[in-house]
């Protein structure tokens, strides 16, 4: 069935003027809100190619990394995005130059997004010097201009993004941050701490949770006494929504990016999600969930899965569009990694560079009698 | 409590001293045509508290970095705790003076990323005992993100507030926390003593680009120290991690930070009245630590006393003394460099139980003349 300028109905999909495509999304759970986020949302051909692209880019990357860490060439934690990708593109679809983000150590995809693709992500996950920390960050710890890391103790980038969002507000720059953390984050002291100043000083910050059902290996149910997490706000408006469609995710940041430039303070955004690796590449994900239920989610709930189906069904892109940007994925992928590999590390010295942005001294090596000179080489600092 | 801080050296008695070189008539001259003070040469000009010279460094980055704003526990509207942000508010405003609930790890975690965005906070602690439930953003957040971005997210804030013991405020509200922070690759750690050190060091750490733990202390905030004109003025700024020499002398090197170095300075006094001229250095940082003052120092005395208020275990003295071992420095020593230190207990309130667990004058000076065998 092809969209042209009739009027058709597939399934809950119908297809209107100008080629785009007006999807309607599940409704959202809203609180302490008058109004919702639109359940229609219209998708451009451009833009189900560039959502689907970016997808599964994110998802070939991270199935990547992956096999590299099972193949011991990359080291330490490992935290993977795959199943979790809608959210990151369904919200960098609304943001602007001047928005920023900050998440946990879940975070490749992002730097994937907002910096120079794919290679810089692998490149510092094998410890290279083209990483985008140079290799002396990790996995945890990708920074790009405006996007604040890749942070690894849970919850602690949760005040760094509001502080982040008052900067915003300080400089009057119209720039919004958007915090993402997880159900297990979601309890954590700091994490109100952070929602009464939000609240107290109507900060331009987004809260967003994406929780994908588990803790490492503690289910919603076993962490938080109150499972409605964008209730756990109080004062601080929520809505819940479906994390997998992208859509969805989309039109929720739309209306709280609109929320927020209204000057009415923090939202916050749950994203019901699910990942299907484990916490990290050391725990295999099948102690506390069965690999029923794993299944059944890629079968069922899969973002690409479900923004293919839509946009396949409707006749707004076809089967060979997507089959393109999939090989497409797959050889960034390759190029990216082959590159990477290839790569060096940094000299051993510089172990003892970039700790400072300002200082001419030595520092103490393991040898007690060797010191090496301090020198920075690295990134120029961003906030001299 | 308003003193003017004056001394005045005496002439020499010639005691049983093991002088190692140098004749001492030959500075004899020189000691004493010079009444040195506390600060700087430059003719007195003008008495200023602790307290004050905090504000005016703080009130003149404010006014000349717009980006410059504080944040914390009664900074505004109550005019500071302690009043070292007086009158802030008011000239400020709301947006540059931020009153927070007491809420340590949030507004630590705020005032960081807030900094990472390009903005300069001060983000003071109403004493660095609270600033505990704050830690892992000072070290994990502040701290390590430089290196961790290798290079590209610096963040230039500044944590201050009181630090280590007050007066009867027993065991929680007493900590030293200058071992603490200064083990930390990342930050730099400064803790002033005069009027001076604080007006210059608090301009210098908040036109520093990287993190700085700046560790006041509550009893000196209301004592008075003389301000050269030069230290007076706009621009004056002090470098971190240069030691200063509060009191030159010969026979023996004291080392002190903070309210410590009070003590060795009267602790000097008394001992030039039996003959020992104790060069008092003042560390004025504790990272990066001024190591090349300490070496130049006891090459000329060859002896090392380090004076400090904090628990003894790992502390800046064992620092010290790690150093000196492990150096050339170790070489110049006549006697075991040696440390003074706060008990090892948490801090009791009874007074006189207090005054046990800190070091006084007194302990300075016995532990100088049993170094040097003077009885």
């Known amino acids: 069935?092809?969209?042209?300028?009739?009027?058709?109905?597939?399934?809950?999909?119908?297809?209107?003027?100008?080629?785009?495509?007006?999807?309607?999304?599940?409704?959202?759970?809203?609180?302490?809100?008058?109004?919702?986020p639109k359940t229609s949302a219209e998708l451009s051909k451009e833009d189900a190619l560039r959502y689907f692209e970016q997808m599964s880019f994110i998802r070939k990357m991270e199935t990547a990394i992956g096999k590299m860490y099972t193949k011991k060439i990359?080291?330490?934690?490992?935290?993977?995005?795959?199943?979790e990708e809608a959210i990151s593109v369904g919200l960098n679809a609304i943001m602007r130059p001047q928005d920023t983000v900050i998440t946990s150590y879940r975070c490749h995809a992002w730097t994937y997004l907002m910096g120079d693709g794919l290679q810089p992500v692998i490149a510092e996950l094998l410890g290279k010097k083209s990483g985008c920390s140079r290799g002396k960050g990790g996995s945890m710890h990708m920074y790009v201009k405006n996007f604040y890391g890749g942070n690894g103790i849970v919850g602690a980038h949760v005040p760094l993004g509001t502080g982040v969002a008052l900067a915003h507000q300080y400089k009057k720059d119209d720039g919004i941050c958007t915090t993402l953390f997880g159900d297990g984050a979601s309890n954590q002291g700091q994490v109100f701490e952070a929602y009464n100043i939000a609240k107290l000083l109507s900060l331009p910050v987004i809260y967003g949770i994406e929780n994908n059902n588990y803790a490492m290996g503690t289910s919603v149910v076993r962490s938080s006494a109150m499972k409605e997490l964008y209730k756990k706000g109080n004062y601080v408006p929520g809505i819940r929504l479906d994390g997998m469609d992208v859509l969805a995710v989309r039109e929720a940041c739309r209306f709280a990016f609109d929320y927020i430039k209204s000057g009415k303070g923090p939202i916050i955004l749950e994203f019901l999600t699910y990942r299907y690796g484990g916490h990290s590449m050391s725990d295999p994900g099948t102690s506390y969930r069965t690999r029923e239920e794993v299944e059944e989610v890629r079968k069922n709930r899969d973002p690409l899965k479900l923004l293919k189906d839509k946009v396949i069904g409707s006749g707004l892109v076809t089967e060979d569009e997507l089959k393109q940007i999939d090989e497409k994925a797959k050889k960034a992928v390759k190029e990216a990694t082959d590159k990477s590999v290839a790569d060096t590390e940094i000299a051993a010295e510089e172990v003892a560079y970039d700790i400072y942005s300002n200082y001419k001294g030595k520092v103490k090596m393991v040898q007690w009698s060797k010191y090496l000179d301090h020198k920075n080489v690295g990134f120029k600092p961003i906030n001299l | 409590m308003h003193r003017c801080r004056i001394f005045q050296l005496t002439p020499l008695n010639m005691?049983?001293?093991?002088?190692?070189?140098?004749?001492?008539?030959?500075?004899?001259?020189?000691?004493?045509?010079?009444?040195?003070?506390?600060?700087s040469k430059a003719a007195a000009t003008k008495q200023m508290t602790v307290r004050d010279a905090l504000n005016s460094a703080m009130d003149e980055e404010m006014e000349r970095d717009e980006r410059v704003f504080i944040i914390g526990e009664e900074v505004a509207q109550y005019d500071g705790a302690y009043k070292v942000t007086r009158g802030l508010w008011k000239k400020y405003g709301?947006?540059?003076?931020?009153?927070?609930?007491?809420?340590?790890?949030?507004f630590t975690g705020i005032a960081t990323g807030a900094a990472m965005a390009g903005l300069r906070p001060i983000c003071e602690f109403m004493t660095f005992n609270f600033a505990m439930q704050a830690i892992d953003q000072i070290i994990n957040s502040a701290g390590k993100t430089f290196y961790m971005s290798a290079g590209r997210v610096n963040v230039p804030i500044v944590f201050r507030g009181p630090n280590g013991a007050a007066a009867g405020v027993a065991a929680q509200h007493s900590q030293c926390y200058g071992a603490w922070y200064a083990h930390c690759p990342g930050l730099k750690v400064v803790s002033p003593y005069n009027s001076e050190d604080c007006k210059g060091l608090l301009k210098a750490a908040i036109r520093d680009p990287d993190p700085v733990v700046f560790l006041e202390n509550e009893i000196l905030y209301g004592v008075q120290y003389t301000m050269s004109d030069q230290a007076l003025s706009k621009d004056f700024v002090l470098p971190i991690g240069k030691a200063k020499i509060e009191r030159p002398g010969k026979h023996v090197t004291i080392i002190a930070h903070s309210k410590a170095v009070e003590t060795s300075l009267e602790a000097a006094k008394e001992l030039a009245g039996k003959g020992i001229e104790a060069e008092v250095i003042n560390l004025r940082s504790l990272r990066p630590l001024d190591f090349d003052a300490i070496a130049k120092s006891v090459s000329k005395t060859n002896h090392l006393i380090s004076v400090e208020q904090g628990w003894p275990t790992c502390g800046i003295g064992s620092e010290i003394l790690a150093r000196i071992m492990e150096s050339e420095t170790f070489f110049h020593l006549d006697q075991p460099a040696i440390r003074i230190t706060g008990a090892d207990v948490p801090m009791p309130y009874a007074k006189t139980l207090e005054a046990a667990a800190l070091p006084t004058p007194k302990d300075v000076v016995e532990a100088a003349k049993k170094l040097l065998k003077v009885k």
């Open chain 1, 1 to 36: 069935i092809r969209a042209n300028n009739n009027i058709l109905r597939i399934n809950n999909v119908t297809s209107v003027l100008n080629r785009n495509l007006a999807i309607e999304t599940q409704p959202f759970d809203v609180y302490n809100l008058d109004d919702s």
């Open chain 1, 74 to 83: 990359i080291r330490g934690f490992c935290h993977l995005y795959s199943g």
């Open chain 2, 15 to 39: 005691v049983n001293i093991s002088i190692k070189s140098m004749p001492l008539l030959a500075n004899i001259n020189k000691v004493i045509a010079r009444r040195t003070f506390a600060t």
């Open chain 2, 94 to 106: 709301d947006k540059r003076v931020i009153d927070t609930p007491i809420t340590e790890m949030g």
